[in-house]
Structures are given as C-alpha cells and as structure tokens.
C-alpha cells in the first residue's frame, strides 16, 4: 500500500529545512511523470516527498548574459518558447518530443534532467550547449558541468540535500545552428531508440569551425563524441565528411551501445552512423539562417 | 493516513474536499465527487484516459497529486457541456462523425482537444494530431476522431 506523506514548501529556504528534517528517507518531486510512476508501479514509496512545483521562482527561461533556464520550467514552455525556437533548436525540439502534451505541460526540465535514464530527451541537448547545472545546498551552491553530472542511468552527482534550481547555457550557443534526432518506433510516447544532438558553428567561407555532437541510450550516460567534433573541425560541409563524422562516431571507441528491450545494439550503432549526418545537415541549415538573418 | 484539506475550482464551482495526502486528481475526482467521466487506464500516464484540464492545460489525472491542486481550476469531461445540457461542439461533432466506439478513451480525447481548441481554434491535422498523441484508443484507428475534432472547428 502506498502511504507517503507530501509536503508542498513555498520557496527553497523552507524546502532546505524540510530537507534537513526528513533526511534520506524523503525525496524530492517536482512534474512527477517519472517519480509518480516509480511510486505506483513499484507500490514502495519514500516516506516523504517532498514537492518543489510550489516555488514558482524556479520557473523562468531567460536570456541575460547566457541563457538562464530555472529548474522548474516545464517541457511544454520551451516548446513553445520562441527564444528557445530561435535560438536553441536542438533543446526545444528536444523537449517538445517528450511523451505527450498532458506530460509536457507538467515535466519539468530539472526533473528530466535529475531523473538521468539514459535515454533523457532534454540530455542530449544540453550536452552539446555545454549547459551548466546550479546545485543549491544549505551550505551554498556549486556549478556542475553538464558533461561531468551524470554518472550512470539513474545516478548524478547531486547529493540528496542539494537541489537543482537553473541550467545556464553561455550566450555563444545561440548563434550556434543545432539540432535533435529522436529516433523511435513511434512518433510519440515513445523514448528513443537512439538520441543524436549536433551543433556546429560555420566560418564565413561556409567551413565548419566548431563541432558539438552528443548522443543518447548509446552509452549509459548522454556522451559527447571528442574524436567526430574534432574531426569536422575546419573541414568543409560536405556529404564525404559528414559519412566519415558518422563512421567515427559509431566506432567502438566512441559509443558502446547496449542490446534492450527496444532494440539491440548493432541497430544503434548503425543508427549512429546513418543519423549523425542527417542531423549535422540540419544543425549546418539552422547555422546558415542564423548568419544570414 | 494524514489528510489535507483542499480547495479548488471544479468546473466551475468551488470545492473543499479533506483527502489522504497521497491521493492522486484522478482517485479525488472519482471517489470523492463521483465525476466518472475521467478513466483509469493505465495509470502511469501513457493511456490519457484520465485528461482533465487544470488551469488550461491538459494534464494526466492519475499522476496529480491532490495536494498539488489547491487553488486550481480543474474541468472534467463532465464540466464541458452547458450547464442547460446542450452538448460542446466538440462533444457534437464526435457524436455526428462517429468519434466514439467502445468510449473509454472519448472522454479524454474530448479534454485534449478541447485544451487544444481553447489556445489554437484552427488547428492544422498536424496539430491535431500532436494534441492527442497522448490519448490511446483501441477502436477507432483515430481517423473518426481527428475528423471530428476538424468538424468542430468548423462548428465554432
């Protein structure tokens, strides 16, 4: 029998008291489409949650010397952001393809990315933005690069008396073109298959000057792709090089994909290397309106 | 079980309600104000037979915890038509399109689109089509109902 009880603080002070009180044995709940489902699926709750949706100083997407981006915000706000639309692609397409309008409209984007399944729509993403995570404490707060805050599926390194409150992303992103591929089954309620992000900033002469690419469910944790990035690099746009980008990218020594129950690892290594241009084409089309606009 | 006293906006009305404070929406719309209308079906949020609106966004019932409505404004399947009974265009159009087979999953589409209809009243099929994605039926095959949602477009 599911027998919790839940406590609705008004802002992080109370929340760090209430945190403090009920130590391990509480847990925090913010959208509750993943935390509410482990609840009633495995009918074994915390004694406590805890719910940050009250704290409406965490809900925000900004722009102000980078982008600011608070916790709380939901999926269905960067969805429908037009900065994150101009801006940000790869993230508003990222989050607009998380389960449904109904689990959009309350997901936050700090839960998708505390819950850390390998197959986080927002993760990608925010690894080629070289987001940075804010963890606040009683004690204070610390940035965390996005690249070092996962740690496996399920597992970060926040600790349990820290909260997530803002994702900043540096304001030289934004004149990045990006892109996300979720590939699945279906087109929708669905997770992915395999997640690609890629950014890429052009130089004048149409050549690539910076490289970003970052993939999904095919390690466990989101990872970027060193060797691919810096193999495109001062190269030209072409269909040549974008193969070769994706041939690295799904060697063995970059990604090590596992078989699941959606599908076994050989498809998405293949997927890798058959998506990494497709979306790379995309990020290049995304990079050129921005110069031209 | 500690409970925690409640007061919202349901479909129009304001409710209190005391309820265990690990209660969901969907169990307090169903159990406590026997509004029927919202379906259990899966339970986690996949199915959408359980979509009300809060505040104007559709929303999965049965992962709400109750404590998280006070203050809210919720409408369920049973708040949509007018109060003297004339059905919404959208209820209308699934009647007269044959929208509804077995009806467990109408209810929710109805909820979708209406959230749908209320922020975009011209939808594209595209549109449409994303506004439900999170409603499952097992009988229709979607065709009826994505023509009926168009249909009560034109209604309005």
């Known amino acids: ?293 | 079980m500690n409970t925690v006293s409640i007061s919202f906006n349901l479909n129009g009305d304001p409710v209190v309600a005391d309820v265990p404070r690990d209660w969901t929406l969907l169990k307090t719309l169903r159990e406590v104000f026997e509004l029927t209308g919202a379906k259990e079906g899966c339970g986690v949020g996949d199915c959408g037979a359980c979509t009300v609106i809060v505040d104007g966004d559709a929303v999965n019932a049965c992962l709400y915890p109750i404590p998280e409505i006070e203050g809210k404004q919720v409408l369920t399947i049973e708040g949509v038509a007018k109060p003297d009974g004339s059905l919404h265009p959208i209820q209308q159009a699934f009647i007269e399109n044959n929208g509804v087979q077995c009806g467990f999953c109408t209810s929710g589409m109805i909820m979708s689109a209406k959230a749908l209809l209320d922020e975009t009243p011209e939808p594209e099929e595209a549109d449409i089509r994303s506004a439900i994605a999170g409603n499952l039926c097992r009988c229709t095959g979607y065709v009826q109902i994505i023509e009926s949602i168009e249909m009560a477009t034109k209604h309005e």
């Open chain 1, 1 to 293: 029998m599911i027998a919790y009880d839940y406590l609705k603080p008004k802002d992080l002070a109370e929340t760090f008291k209430l945190l403090d009180q009920h130590g391990r044995k509480a847990e925090l709940i913010a959208g509750g489409t993943d935390v509410m489902v482990v609840v009633k699926q495995s009918n074994r709750s915390p004694d406590t949650l805890i719910s940050l949706r009250g704290i409406e100083e965490l809900r925000y997407i900004r722009k102000n010397d980078g982008y600011h981006i608070g916790s709380l915000t939901t999926h269905r706000m960067i969805e429908k952001s037009t900065l994150m639309q101009n801006e940000l692609a790869a993230l508003n397409q990222g989050a607009a393809q998380v389960g449904s309008v109904q689990v959009r409209n309350v997901a936050t984007i700090g839960g998708n990315i505390c819950n850390a399944a390998p197959s986080a729509d927002t993760a990608a993403p925010l690894m080629i933005l070289d987001a940075v995570i804010t963890l606040k404490s009683r004690q204070g707060e610390r940035q965390v690069p996005i690249r070092e805050f996962f740690v496996g599926p399920s597992e970060t390194v926040k600790e349990w008396d820290e909260i997530l409150t803002e994702i900043t992303i540096p304001e030289q992103m934004g004149t990045y073109g990006t892109a996300y591929c979720k590939h699945a089954r279906r087109k929708a309620m669905n997770l992915p298959i395999i997640g690609v992000a890629v950014g890429l900033s052009l130089n004048t002469d149409e050549t690539i000057g910076d490289a970003r690419i970052a993939l999904t469910v095919a390690a466990p944790t989101p990872i970027r792709i060193d060797e691919a990035e810096d193999f495109l690099r001062g190269k030209s746009l072409t269909d040549d090089i974008l193969k070769e980008a994706g041939l690295i990218a799904s060697s063995p020594e970059c990604c090590s994909p596992r078989d699941s129950l959606r599908c076994e690892g050989w498809y998405r290594e293949d997927m890798v290397r058959v998506l990494i241009p497709r979306v790379a084409k995309e990020a290049a089309m995304n990079a050129k309106s921005k110069m031209n606009r």
